[in-house]
């Protein structure tokens, strides 16, 4: 199983970027995805989800500026994300679970300048 991110960047504030992770390994129109990032010196924390169904849950700070979607054909789940603020700065994470077990892509940076 492997998740493969991209789409990471540099944008100024008020800008908008596009994430992409493609998934290999796994039947994945199955599986619930979501979206993690790491700011600098701080702990990994959940953005947003997308179940099988396509129901879609975000954390409080993302809540009408991304939007989590997924295309079961081209098996990748996509992160849009509007209105970017400087903190909103991180390393973007994948991740799914397989098997009980947590995977997760390796991550692409966004850096949101002021």
């Known amino acids: 199983v492997q998740l493969q991110a991209s789409g990471g960047g540099l944008v100024q504030a008020g800008g908008s970027l596009r994430l992409s992770c493609k998934a290999t390994?796994?039947?994945?129109?199955?599986?619930?995805m979501s979206w993690y990032r790491q700011p600098p010196g701080k702990q990994r924390e959940w953005v947003a989800g997308?179940?099988?169904?396509?129901?879609?849950n975000y954390v409080d700070a993302v809540k009408g500026r991304f939007t989590i979607s997924r295309d079961n054909v081209r098996r990748q789940v996509y992160l849009q994300m509007d209105r970017l603020k400087p903190e909103d700065t991180a390393v973007y994470y994948c991740n799914t679970q397989h098997s009980g077990a947590d995977v997760w892509g390796q991550g692409t940076l966004v850096t949101v300048s002021s």
């Open positions: 390994g796994i039947n994945f129109r199955l599986y619930s």
């Open positions: 997308i179940t099988s169904g396509g129901n879609t």
